[in-house]
DNA sequence: CGGGGGTTTGAGTCCGTTCAAAATACGTGG
DNA sequence: CCACGTATTTTGAACGGACTCAAACCCCCG
């Protein structure tokens, strides 16, 4: 069921240089030394991806890993059935597909540009190749696909305890991070990598829900919402939203 | 919040043997050799627990990781608020506490003894110097976390997209591969290690919700159940349930 | 026999879904 | 730059699955 249509990345490109990337220190390439750091340059396409564009499929073999040199992709996971859910987001500076290099055989899910991007591609081999010359690359897979698990968990854990509208509070709060700003006044403006559909592919909800959810927030002043843009001018109303859980 | 009443279970005996344990060949220990198998023999020791028991709690440091002999343990993980879910559960033969061993300084989730059980305890020490002679241990623990996180996105994607009778239908599958026994007739008898309310805790909902699920495939033949033991005579009617899903 | 935790059952409610339609945003070509 | 077609988002109304609260039941154990 899973590849049937369309057609994935193909990386063609050699504009980027790993030497140079920006996001090199933070990832986990950083272990790598300038004669690694050759080869894994050297093995290195990349591609410019459209909003929409997919980078691989669920089901496709696992030929390498992908490095993201800006925008923001998302990994979606589907069933049998159709249904599907975005799994994670991974942004600028990050990998994707390491857990099925070490994992299984083929990709488990799979990966879609949101809003403009460039990806880097590196091959199976390069990638096996530079585990062998650097034993630490390989903890810093490890450690980084521990960290995901650890958010898998969270996930599951907010999903089945809290309702949408505090998971929504939840996910403003960590695009917030990556995507917000702020000015002298403390206002926060937060641009959303994300469409709507994509917000509700996250909580695991509709898009009409995501909708009224936010209506909501707007109404009641905790956040204004327009397009893409969400602005947040008193922070502690949003961190109210999942402080009180509107339980008690 | 967490770690909160009660202490967490105390290794001291030591009538237990990696050399002579039946799960090694199929657990992460199997690339040990046997002087490997001598530290690792060295620095174990073993607890009997009895069900409701805890291994350790949320927060606790992590000192090293468990090796279940026999019986059955629950994952759980629990948030600020008191909500908390079983995140996996943990058999005979598998391994407790290596995602965090690699991931954090601290427990993220509690273990618990389901069933009376038998668990092993290896040293924080004696796991860094066993990883240090033998290589390919790392890569072991490494497919094992993959997998792991494998498995946690797809209770993301269930618990997100099926009904709760779909999901039990889904767990007792599972179950059965460990707890059930076919007889002649190809009648399928499970004795399930969990109670009413842990099924509940694992599918994300609650005991009532359970107890009237339960009787709802009960009563449409699909499953008989008296207490913890379920007998389906039609693995087909069961199969049916996660086929279909119930929507088209 | 009398707890006491776990399980079941019942009735009412609510959150999120479904289906359908209107409104808005977006991209493309004239 | 505007007009048009398409996709996304929003809104409405009705439905339904799971939750809540509460009581009864059960079973194991002392």
Partial sequence: MPNSSGQSTKFVSNSANCFTCQWRERSQWSTLNQDDLNVLNGHRKDADVKPGQILFRQGDPCDGVYCVASGTIAIRKMDEHGNSVLVRLRHAGQTIGYRDFFGGPSMTNS???????????????????LLERNPALGLQFLQRIAKDLQDAEETILQTTTLPIRTRLAHLLLTLKERYGRVDETGTITIQLPLARQDIA?????????????IRGLDNEGVARFSGRTVVVENLDRLLDEIETDHMA
Same sequence: chains 1, 2.
């Fill in 111 to 129: 990966a879609e540009a949101l809003v403009e991007s460039r990806v880097c591609f590196v091959d199976r081999k390069a990638v096996a190749a």
């Fill in 201 to 213: 592919a996250i909580l695991g909800t509709r898009p009409e829900t995501i909708a009224r959810t």
